[in-house]
């Protein structure tokens, strides 16, 4: 079993969020399409002003992705994540607590493990 918080759809997500030509999305889909598929991919959504907040109030230094416009043009392709990377996708309330996050994640990835 592999858990990983990057694969092929934060790929082809940050690829198309910073592709010079927006209508190449698909063709991004494309190319990435030949990489291995997951069993399943969690996409923990919260919008651009929380992830800006949960950022500033992280210690560390500013990572090179973590711009407020390319962060909220994520948010909008992570929300139709089914259109870019059409495998077994499920989306996962990231605005409540983090218990509740862990347990909403764990309700999904179960009958994965299971099967």
Same mark, same amino acid.
């Not at 940050?14 to 209508?23: C, E, G, L, R, V």
């Not at 962060?71 to 994540?81: D, K, N, T």
């Given at each position: 079993?592999?858990? #990983?918080?990057?694969? $092929?759809?934060? #790929?082809?997500?940050?690829?198309?969020?910073?592709?010079? $030509?927006?209508?190449?999305?698909?063709?991004?889909?494309?190319?990435?399409?030949?990489?291995?598929? &997951?069993?399943?991919?969690?996409?923990? $959504?919260?919008?651009?002003?929380?992830?800006?907040?949960?950022?500033? #109030?992280? #210690?560390?230094?500013?990572?090179?992705?973590?711009?407020?416009?390319?962060?909220?043009?994520?948010?909008?392709?992570?929300?139709?994540?089914?259109?870019?990377? &059409?495998?077994?996708?499920?989306?996962? $309330?990231?605005?409540?607590?983090?218990?509740?996050?862990?347990?909403?994640?764990?309700?999904?990835?179960? &009958?994965?493990?299971?099967?």
């Amino acid at each position: 079993m592999v858990v #990983s918080d990057r694969y $092929d759809l934060s #790929s082809v997500a940050y690829q198309s969020a910073t592709a010079p $030509d927006p209508s190449t999305a698909d063709w991004i889909a494309t190319l990435n399409a030949q990489a291995l598929r &997951p069993d399943l991919t969690v996409v923990v $959504d919260v919008t651009a002003d929380c992830a800006a907040a949960r950022r500033a #109030s992280r #210690s560390g230094h500013r990572e090179i992705y973590e711009v407020d416009s390319l962060q909220r043009r994520l948010v909008e392709l992570y929300s139709r994540a089914e259109r870019l990377v &059409p495998e077994r996708l499920v989306h996962v $309330d990231g605005m409540v607590a983090a218990e509740a996050v862990l347990a909403s994640v764990l309700g999904q990835v179960r &009958p994965v493990l299971e099967g």
